[in-house]
């Protein structure tokens, strides 16, 4: 999302100016024209309705507002349907696009040619066709006739036009080429592998305009239901100051520290972070003022610039507010947002802790010092018992509000809403007088000759109000379990509020005499205004990002070209799951560099992931789904750093005045941490939290930080002092003893043995509910294809073998037949039935198959044990280290 820099920018030859980063941000995020007049006012009210609409929409209102029609008698519906919302979100995103977007880079920019307004009208007529036709379109579904085809033709065709303006080409021709292999391919030899038989002209568009299976797909349905609230919220936060007090309250806390300009830059990009989904926007923001700070303490222009890179894009993996392509991923894996954010959250945070400790080491590498504090140095005891009784605090807080809300919502069920509203408006209340004793936070200039570090207390206390609907937002998604749009919705109203009063509030509480209330509200509805219309020009490339990449789906669908795909990364990977994540990888990666992250992970995921899942199985590896989506994601924003086209790191480039690529080469060194992560969580689900528990959580947790620090020292080839060879190699194994304890532990002590497949029906029966039978089976996959794979089945509750066996819906047969095991004969065991939906049906189990080997779980060492070589490994080269050193 782009958002709003404060402060002046002091350039030199090489740096960027103030106007040129923001036209930077603005022609990626939200158009590179800026005309005048009645056009601009039209783009502006445009903005505005778009973002009063997707509030509607998402609200409870439309459902109260139903409720009274109904209660009059009248029968008018209010609620807007999905596929109704889909089409005038995406009528609007086309309006904007042209609007907003000018054609070329020689076209006007102060003024909208006319027939970009003939294409702005077309496109939102278009866009909207679902709302003019909806009962025809319902009526003839399947068989569209010739009005259809033609609004469907010109559609996709003004799609893509506005895709190339706001996106580039690369997305355009990706969706091209299926569109054309969606048409062509019908025409192959039958005997090539691409070959289909679904192409007319028809089928395609009532595949992609007419239907939910294209255009107006997923993709399109969650940037109107999740995505765009997300971002006018984070738009609004901005406006509200929120992005200055991140940055300075990290400066305030870090900037002492060796490095602390860097240190600071990754906590405030973090911050900012968890409102902002742009990668770009994020280091614009915070890098305008971090970069000229970590300058001045020494490192070079490219490492300044590759540490906001890193920070920044890594910003889209944080939670609570991820990327947009992380709303989609809840609905390709069926899955709340609040059970992603738990998943996603440890490797973000691990990863984020890594680049604190990589600015660390280059920090002691060159002997850097940090900024001078205003605060005296306080006994690190002190800090440790302020900070746990900071914690200790919080968390009576929480326990408290859960009973009390509890309680509320029990007692008073009618009343519950305003009780807590005005519970909220205290709460508020009480900040406000709180933030009132200190004064404002006032943007610094990071070129001033002197920078002097804010004091911790003052600017803390500066903007606790900010972290309120923060805290609503969360307590939404999180504690009430509402959905991500509605508790967006909640956080907004919240973010509303402040904007609206917290000038005249701050002021009366300041007893300011001379200022003027009514003024300073109206400044706040400025900023309000100003908010709706950043937030829906933000939305702009995302809806038209999500609404392409649909193209792209529905031609996979339509065509089932992902059988054809999964056969050749099959072949090019010859069935090795490693190889296979490593070309997926670098598929994310090469698509990346023309798409935006959201469209690179529709396209990749589309296609690649039921394909690791499927290959994971043959390789006895048993792939949690949401596992391979968080992999594709994670190389997705690796694109936004990775030469040459690294968008991120041009946008740190022209602030620090270095060179684009070395800045992106340094920055993908520095993101190397993020690129190992995915691997690791593919093979050891543990750092996913995944049927993780609270104590087993933090172990991970503590582990895997280690981890990630010695890996890194690695890297960085600096530990203590300089690394050796020998050292390095030293370290890189303790860090992957760490992550993957079990790839050791099974060697020394096997956690599971093979029986026959004939004795597990007796073999079952003495296993404790909740324990994994794994069984490698040989059959037909469902495209016909003879595999051999395995499957994983949680014992269920039983009173024998036999009934534990009819639980997971299974039913097996002894052929009579003979099979080999082991070297010896053994009898055939066939699944003769699997019950539909059942946990064998849904391990991917089908009747005809031969199970081939059982594994059955047995005492064995507890994998976490090698954690204590690991350590003591690690704790050997430190020891040498600081002895040389």
Known sequence: MSIEITGNIKTTEKTASYDDLQDMVASNDSGGRNPYGLTKKVIVVTAIL???????YTSPLPFWLQEIVRNMGMDVNVVIDDTKARSIH?????????LSFPAFASSPKHRVPYQDWLFATLGAFLGAYYIFFYEGLVTRFGAPNTQDIIAGCLGLLLLLEACRRSLGL??????????????????????WIISHRSGSLSQIINQQWITTEGVFGVALGVSTKYVFLFVLFGALLDKAGAGNYFIKTAFAYLGHFSGGPGKAAVVSSALTGLVSGSSIANVVTTGTFTIPMMKRVGLSAEKAGAVEVASSVNGQIMPPVMGAAAFLMIEYVNMPYSQLITHAFLPALISYIALVYIVHLEAQKMGLKGLERTDPPKPFLVSLMRALASFLVISIIYFAMEFSLGWIKTATPDFA??????????????????VARFPDLEPDDPNAKIVKLPAQKPTVNAGLHYLLPVVVLMWCLMIERMSPGLSAFWGTMALTMILLTQRPLLSFFRNEKDSHKTALFKQGINDLIDGLETGARNMIGIGIATATAGIIVGAVSLTGFGVQLSG????????NILLMLILVAIFSLILGMGLPTTANYIVVSSLMALVIVEVGKQNGLIVPLIAVHLFVFYFGIMADVTPPVGLASFAAAAISGGSPIKTGTVAFFYSLRTAILPFLFIFNTDLLLIDVGWAKGILVFVTATIGILIFTAATMNFFFAKNKWWETIALILAAFMLFRPAFFMEHLSPSVRDIEPVRITQEIESLKVGDNVRLKVSGLNPYGKQIEFYAQLPVPAGENGE?????????????GEQIEFNGSPSPKILIDNVEIDSPAAKAGLNWDQTVLEVAVPQSSLPKELMFIPALLLAFGVAWNQRRRR
């Not at 690369?170 to 005997?191: E, H, K, M, R, S």
């Not at 009934?803 to 052929?815: K, M």
């Open 50 to 56: 778009w973002s009063i609409f997707q509030l509607y």
């Open 90 to 98: 995406l009528a609007f995103a086309l309006f904007l696009a042209y």
């Open 170 to 191: 690369p997305l355009v021709i990706i969706a091209t080429v299926f569109l054309l292999y969606n048409y062509v391919g019908q025409f192959l030899p039958t005997d």
């Open 417 to 434: 809403f305003a009780i807590v509203s005005v519970l909220l408006a205290v709460i508020y209340l009480a900040l406000i007088r709180r």
């Open 568 to 575: 050749i990364i099959e072949m090019l990977s010859m069935g």
């Open 803 to 815: 009934a534990r066996i009819q639980a997971l819906g299974l039913t097996l047969l002894d052929t």
